[in-house]
């Protein structure tokens, strides 16, 4: 629902008045209530909420689910409880964990609306009264002072010095100065003489006519974005289709054996349970639970480095991303305004970051052509000594130690002022306030006077060019000079090379007068000149690491902030994220911008200023038209919906709104862009351990249902009785499987292209799993056959089948934690559990075979010592299956060395002719040279 008056900050203050049907009096009580029937009480409407019941049928949707849940079916009603119990206890797994996941909106919601204040003071039939901000209407005058939160939004009609927090809408860092003057069409940063409903009011007061409530205010409006459905993840969309392809595969194979066991006259219930036992085989029912297991322990090691997961599928999506899309405050940067430089006829830069009263002054300059730095002393430097004291003067902000560290009350900008002094003295000097002439938007300047030994001191603050109205010297080379034209020019050009550094500039002036009762403003003239201090929210330290990392592994990085084109660009520059002249794109310039306009330029751009919230969600939405999987991190109201909407959200938790945090996957306790990209290792990890126990689980589960296909096809007895298959399918794999999952990370991992998101997660496996499947089937076929031919002993045949499958598996797991490297690469012994796995599977199959209760339960015969030296050396082979990518590279290497002799070979030839060219030419040369040399002279 839009405004009740259409772009309010256009309009005076009367027009809006008078079209609100409004005015100084406020409304009447009557007139109240009829509006708020008509518009609604003030406060957030969540869109129409979902059943539990709702939820839950929606965590059926995956086809694997699906197989999972027919596969126990059939196993319960064929007595197999042991794989109905792990199968129905794998699918209520991953139900629960979806299940939890839905009502993630809803903590968003309530977030949101804990920032709408309780009350609201209005005038009403001409009297101040205090009501519940819910029943605030468009027409209500509304009174703010320091410390109120805004109830609505509203157009400003009376202001006194006020300064609004509007960071939790617009991303704004610094404070804005209210204004009540008429405005163009502007964004939403920019709209001065507006107050938005969330924001907070930092210092002066002000009225203001409300235009917009619930729903129809800025807050209401990412209200509604928030509530976005979450986005399925990447992975979740490869193991649907995964599940399908399964789910074709099983029907094809109880179909295919059915039949042809049939038409050979086998009995039909040993057939039947054949091809059940094979269907339930080719189904990886230990996947979901491996999966999750996964999940949680990259999880668990993500908390341990900063990093908390609040939904565990994101943790694989932020492996795959392609693109980062940061909020600069906060996040990019420390979010504490810091003075970083100062001027003072010379530029002096002061170390040091956010609160922390410690840091250095350093003054650059060129002598003979050479750039030098040394050390400046502000306490011995009378100019900047004097500069910090009118700084400490002209301020109303304090500085607090915490247990936490050191924090600012009031103006952060202020408090930036005395952390600077706090460098330079030590301590804030003592001075003793008289007199204030207090700062507005329309003087630009604060002046406060102080008592000195002499009289008094005016000291005053504000933007450079009234500063400079108001002077007529200048403090230069310790005195005090007249103010020139050329001087004028000295100081604007000094202002202008600490803005294009994308500081906040604020000049100071001074003048000595004697004591008297009263100042004003007649008295702010004639003033010296002393220089500027140049403030910004600098960047986090490890930012330029961070993000040079993030290039090495293919990662765009991408800044979208509400800050100024100037200082996002200033920023953007200092962390390596552009280079000089590099486009900032604004949201002025995007709002004018088509859809596929912006799709087309999304890639070039790496800086986005003045962004709105729905400026991001259109960057976010171009860049998955695309195709990247995008990361969004934030930790305002106004970065939630993005948050909400982006592959993988994260938030900052130190610093971050609950609305971020309850909108995002993930939370960084240490506020630290650089944890992302620890967390997108991890990512990665995840990622290529779910191919490693893909990878083995299909490769020996293949092996099963070829070894019973080809047996039947040959007219051979059963290799592998049903519980034998099963066997190897839910307990000889289970253990090496999860140890797969806790395989450490592999080298390199960030230094590799993020993978793309269109293949599929078998991509390049496929001939891997093949070739597994069908040098195991034939291993083991080979130790059935062996033994049937030399004894007739079927039982024995069927042991010695089943032991040489096991133990093939147990060695093939180790080839399968690299996709690039070879078992003899990888180091068999750098993951224990592994290690332990491969021993518990072969404890177990010891068991099966020698244990006299499971001897009759599996069907299986004790094997001697003869019969495992031929069992050992047919499973050897399982060493020999190398990754796909190394038989690539090894063909690459051949060719390469091909191309290279018959190049060498071809330079040999080249340089045989050049030899006998070289003597022919010599042949013929050597007779002209003898012709023509003159005769000897004695």
């Known amino acids: 629902m839009p405004y009740a008056v259409e772009q309010p900050h256009m309009k005076s203050a009367s027009a809006v008045l008078a079209a609100v049907k409004s ?12 509006r708020l029937e008509k518009w609604g009480r003030n406060e957030l409407v969540e869109a129409k909420k979902i059943g539990r019941m709702a939820v839950l049928l929606r965590q059926l949707k995956s086809p694997l689910i699906w197989i999972l849940i027919i596969a126990g079916i059939i196993s319960a009603a064929l007595e197999l409880l042991e794989d109905a119990i792990v199968i129905t206890f794998t699918v209520c797994l991953s139900i629960g964990l979806g299940f939890a996941q839905e009502w993630k909106a809803e903590k968003a919601m309530a977030a949101l609306k804990g920032m709408l204040a309780p009350k609201a003071k209005v005038i009403r039939d001409g009297k101040e009264i205090e009501i519940a901000a819910i029943e605030l209407v468009p027409g209500d005058i509304i009174l703010l002072e320091e410390g109120d939160n805004i109830p609505a939004d509203a157009r400003l009609i009376e202001v006194a010095n006020l300064r609004v927090n509007e960071a939790a809408v617009t991303g704004e860092s610094l404070p804005v100065d209210k204004s009540l003057e008429e405005l163009k069409d502007v964004l939403l940063p920019d709209r001065t003489n507006m107050v938005y409903s969330g924001t907070a009011v930092i210092s002066g007061r002000g009225k203001a006519v409300v235009v917009g409530t619930g729903m129809s205010t800025e807050m209401g409006r990412i209200a509604g974005l928030v509530q976005v459905r979450e986005a399925i993840t990447p992975l979740q969309i ?12 099983v029907v094809a194979i109880v179909a295919a054996i059915m039949a042809i066991g049939l038409a050979r006259g086998m009995p039909v219930v040993d057939m039947f349970l054949v091809a059940v036992s094979l269907a339930v085989a080719a189904v990886p029912e230990g996947l979901p639970a491996i999966l999750t297991i996964s999940l949680a322990t990259a999880a668990q090691r993500m908390a341990r480095k900063h990093a908390i997961v609040r939904r565990m599928a994101a943790v694989e ?10 909020d600069k405050t906060g996040t990019l940067t420390t979010g504490e305004m810091t003075v970083t430089a100062m001027w003072t006829g010379t530029f002096v830069d002061i170390t040091g970051i956010g609160f922390e009263p410690v840091g250095e002054f350093w003054t650059t300059e060129t002598v003979d052509g050479k750039t030098m730095v040394a050390p400046y002393f502000p306490t011995v430097e009378q100019a900047g000594r004097r500069l910090l004291e009118a700084a400490v003067a002209c301020n109303n902000a304090r500085i607090e130690e915490t247990p936490t560290g050191w924090s600012v009350v009031g103006d952060p900008t202020e408090g930036a002022l005395l952390i600077a002094a706090m460098k330079a003295f030590g301590e804030l000097p003592k001075q003793k306030r008289i007199a204030e002439i207090a700062f507005s938007s329309e003087r630009k300047r604060m002046t406060v006077v102080t008592l000195s030994p002499s009289g008094a001191v005016l000291n005053t603050k504000g933007a450079p060019e009234t500063l400079l109205k108001l002077c007529t010297t200048i403090f230069s080379n310790g005195q005090v000079v007249p103010l020139t034209s050329e001087k004028i020019a000295e ?6 090379v600490l803005a294009a550094r994308g500081l906040r500039t604020l000049a100071f002036a001074y003048k000595e007068m004697p004591v008297k009762s009263k100042y004003s403003e007649d008295d702010e003239k004639e003033m010296t000149f002393l220089g500027f201090m140049g403030i910004m929210d600098p960047p986090r330290p490890e930012i330029p690491a961070a993000i040079s990392m993030c290039d090495r592994a293919g990662i765009r990085t991408v800044m979208i902030t509400g800050d100024h084109a100037m200082t996002a660009g200033a920023i953007a520059r200092e962390i390596g994220l552009v280079e000089e002249g590099s486009e900032v794109l604004t949201g002025a310039e995007l709002e004018k911008m088509s859809d596929s306009e912006l799709i087309r330029k999304v890639e070039k751009i790496h800086v986005y200023a003045r962004a709105a919230p729905e400026h991001k969600m259109r960057i976010l939405k171009a860049f998955k038209a695309r195709g990247e999987v995008v990361a969004m991190t934030g930790d305002g109201v106004n970065d939630a919906p993005a948050l909400k909407a982006s592959d993988v959200g994260v938030s900052m938790g130190l610093k971050g709104t609950d609305v971020a945090k309850e909108s995002s996957d993930i939370v960084l306790t240490d506020d630290n862009f650089a944890t992302i990209v620890t967390a997108i290792e991890e990512g990665r990890r995840v990622y290529d351990n779910i191919r490693k126990f893909m990878r083995f689980m299909l490769s020996t ?17 059963l290799p592998l009785l049903p519980l034998q298959i099963l066997w190897l399918n839910l307990v000889t794999d289970t253990f ?8 450490p990370v592999e080298p390199g991992i960030m230094a590799r292209k993020p993978r793309s998101p269109k293949s599929g997660i078998l991509s390049g496996m496929t001939a891997f799993i093949v070739t597994g499947a069908v040098l195991a089937a034939t291993i083991a076929l080979t130790a059935f056959w062996w033994e049937l031919t030399a004894t007739g002993d079927l039982a024995k045949a069927q042991t010695m089948a089943f032991t040489t499958m096991c133990l093939f598996e147990l060695l093939f797991v180790f080839n399968c934690r ?5 078992v003899w690469k990888t180091g068999p012994l750098e993951n224990r559990w592994l290690f332990i796995g491969v021993i518990m599977g072969i404890c177990l199959q010891l068991a099966v075979i020698y244990v006299p209760v499971l001897q009759n339960v599996f069907g299986t015969t004790a094997l001697g010592l003869e019969d495992w030296t031929k069992i050992i050396p047919l499973a050897l082979p399982a060493l020999l299956v190398v990754p796909e990518i190394f038989i690539r590279e090894a063909k690459e290497i051949r060719k390469i060395e091909f191309e290279a002799k018959k190049i060498e070979k071809e330079a040999v030839k080249v340089e045989k002719k050049a030899m006998k060219l070289g003597k022919r030419v010599e042949k013929e040369v050597r007779p002209r040279r003898s012709a023509r040399r003159p005769p000897l002279q004695i």
Request: charged share 15%.
């Open 701 to 717: 589960n293949f092996t099963e249902i070829i070894m019973v296909s080809t047996a039947i096809f040959g007219g051979l007895p």
């Open 23 to 34: 005015g100084p009096n406020g409304l009447t009580n009557a007139e109240a209530r009829a």
């Open 317 to 326: 999506s932020l492996g795959s991303s392609t693109v980062i899309c940061s």
């Open 818 to 822: 690299s996709e690039k490297y070879s």
């Open 238 to 249: 490869k193991l649907g289709n995964l599940g399908k392809l399964l789910g074709v595969a």
């Open 491 to 496: 100081v604007r050009a000094a202002g202008e």
């Open 736 to 743: 090496p499987s999860l140890a797969l999952s806790l395989d």
